[in-house]
């Protein structure tokens, strides 16, 4: 892209940016995390709404001049009501973590339980690692998988820990799992125990609203969390989903703003009505099967190669490989080896990890932002194919440079698109 302005002012800042660029069209992205936004989104993004104070909700603000802001509001949440389906939304939050904090706080009085998913068995840092800040004030108990072949959680001990902690929240949602949960057994549960029960779909939030995973509200879930820049393919940032209950909507709303935060970003708002806009149509229903497809091609190649694969495969976007244990490379090694060759992935712990999180056992890689590019299932087998091949390679120069020239290629055939719709 050009940036007249920027290159004539700031060359060293304009040089860093192209330097990205490059970088994210030679290589290959396979963080499951991570997408690509389109051309729209990002003229959105580095729009005036940036100039622009807008505290306060559409209609009730503390500053005059809010003809646009309000417009550009208002059509996020309608947009973000309708691909979820829901009846409030609040789209101020900042990222996925805020949003999170947020809701914990609206819901929530210091000292309640929060029952969520162990951090080694897929659940976020946001679900209550003792690193984070909001341990200090929330009581965080766990519920894990049953069987680390399969995936299934162990729903027996889940209503088990929930009879006898008593929490306030039950919080479903992932970002190293790579099944679909039961939603109707946590609304079960949650209804047994008198807890709230809310999905964190950060992670698959796309896959929901392209219609090919399931949607927590249809099985009763009080509220849902996300963020926008992964699976949805949107800006970065939060956001946060009430089914039906105005109460606690209410109660978010105030939460996140005057409790939590200040002037809400305009402009990331304005790009996420963009994106928002970009899922409703059809195309991003077949973007959401392709992202399936083409993790079910990889799982294909990691089960013909005798990969193991926690919870056995996948039904989503990721896949989460026992490297160490099948290939016997570490996840850092593997992470490094893998970037040689022009492949991004990142290091994860497997359920139950023998090793330390520095150097876990696992790695993890999911297809979102391949998808985006136009790989189909031909091409992610390769990829899966070439991921091996470098990991049992790791010290073979030669046979890196290789794999490395074979995904630049592919790279260069699959540029990365301008717009979806
Ligand atoms: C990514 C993620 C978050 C946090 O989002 P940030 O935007 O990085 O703050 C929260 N919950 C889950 C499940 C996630 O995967």
């Known amino acids: 892209?050009?940036?007249?302005?920027?290159?004539?002012?700031?060359?060293?800042?304009?040089?860093?940016?192209?330097?990205?660029?490059?970088?994210?069209?030679?290589?290959?992205?396979?963080?499951?995390?991570?997408?690509?936004?389109?051309?729209?989104?990002?003229?959105?993004?580095?729009?005036?709404?940036?100039?622009?104070?807008?505290?306060?909700?559409?209609?009730?603000?503390?500053?005059?001049?809010?003809?646009?802001?309000?417009?550009?509001?208002?059509?996020?949440?309608?947009?973000?009501?309708?691909?979820?389906?829901?009846?409030?939304?609040?789209?101020?939050?900042?990222?996925?973590?805020?949003?999170?904090?947020?809701?914990?706080?609206?819901?929530?009085?210091?000292?309640?339980?929060?029952?969520?998913?162990?951090?080694?068995?897929?659940?976020?840092?946001?679900?209550?690692?003792?690193?984070?800040?909001?341990?200090?004030?929330?009581?965080?108990?766990?519920?894990?998988?049953?069987?680390?072949?399969?995936?299934?959680?162990?729903?027996?001990?889940?209503?088990?820990?929930?009879?006898?902690?008593?929490?306030?929240?039950?919080?479903a949602g992932f970002s190293a799992y790579s099944r679909e949960l039961d939603y109707e057994k946590f609304v079960a549960i949650g209804r047994e125990v008198g807890a709230l029960v809310m999905a964190d779909i950060a992670h698959i939030a796309g896959l929901i609203a392209g219609g090919v995973a399931k949607n927590p509200f249809e099985a009763g879930f009080d509220l849902m969390t996300t963020t926008t820049h992964k699976t949805l393919r949107g800006p970065r940032g939060g956001m946060i989903m009430v089914r039906e209950d105005e109460e606690i909507a209410k109660k978010i709303d105030k939460t996140i703003f005057p409790g939590l935060q200040g002037g809400p970003h305009m402009n990331n708002i304005a790009a996420k009505a963009v994106a928002f806009?970009?899922?409703?149509?059809?195309?991003?229903?077949?973007?959401?099967?392709?992202?399936?497809?083409?993790?079910?091609?990889?799982?294909?190649?990691?089960?013909?190669?005798?990969?193991?694969?926690?919870?056995?495969?996948?039904?989503?976007?990721?896949?989460?490989?026992?490297?160490?244990?099948?290939?016997?490379i570490g996840g850092a090694e593997a992470e490094a080896v893998l970037d040689e060759v022009g492949i991004t992935v990142n290091k994860n712990v497997i359920a139950d990890d023998i090793r330390k999180p520095m150097n876990p056992s696992g790695i993890r890689f999911g297809t979102p932002a391949m998808t985006t590019r136009g790989?189909?299932?031909?091409d992610s087998a390769r990829v899966a194919h070439l991921m091996i091949d470098a990991m049992e390679h790791k010290d073979d120069a030669i046979k890196k440079k290789e794999i490395h020239t074979e995904i630049q290629t592919l790279a260069k055939h699959h540029p990365i698109p301008e717009t979806f719709v």
């Open 1 to 171: 892209m050009e940036y007249p302005f920027l290159a004539k002012q700031d060359k060293m800042i304009h040089d860093a940016l192209l330097g990205e660029e490059r970088r994210e069209a030679e290589g290959l992205e396979l963080i499951p995390s991570e997408n690509y936004v389109s051309r729209p989104v990002l003229e959105a993004l580095g729009s005036v709404f940036t100039n622009k104070y807008s505290e306060g909700y559409p209609g009730k603000r503390y500053y005059g001049g809010q003809t646009y802001t309000d417009v550009v509001e208002t059509l996020a949440i309608e947009r973000a009501k309708e691909l979820f389906r829901c009846s409030y939304v609040n789209v101020q939050p900042l990222s996925g973590a805020p949003a999170n904090i947020g809701t914990y706080f609206a819901l929530l009085e210091p000292g309640d339980t929060v029952l969520g998913m162990d951090l080694t068995h897929g659940g976020h840092l946001t679900h209550g690692h003792p690193v984070t800040a909001i341990t200090k004030i929330f009581n965080f108990v766990r519920y894990k998988m049953k069987e680390v072949e399969t995936g299934e959680i162990d729903y027996d001990e889940m209503l088990k820990v929930a009879k006898k902690e008593k929490p306030k929240l039950i919080l």
């Open 375 to 378: 790989f189909t299932e031909e």
């Open 277 to 328: 806009g970009e899922a409703l149509q059809p195309s991003f229903k077949v973007y959401a099967e392709q992202i399936l497809k083409n993790a079910k091609a990889m799982e294909r190649v990691l089960e013909e190669r005798g990969v193991r694969m926690i919870g056995g495969g996948t039904s989503n976007h990721l896949i989460l490989a026992d490297v160490f244990g099948s290939l016997n």
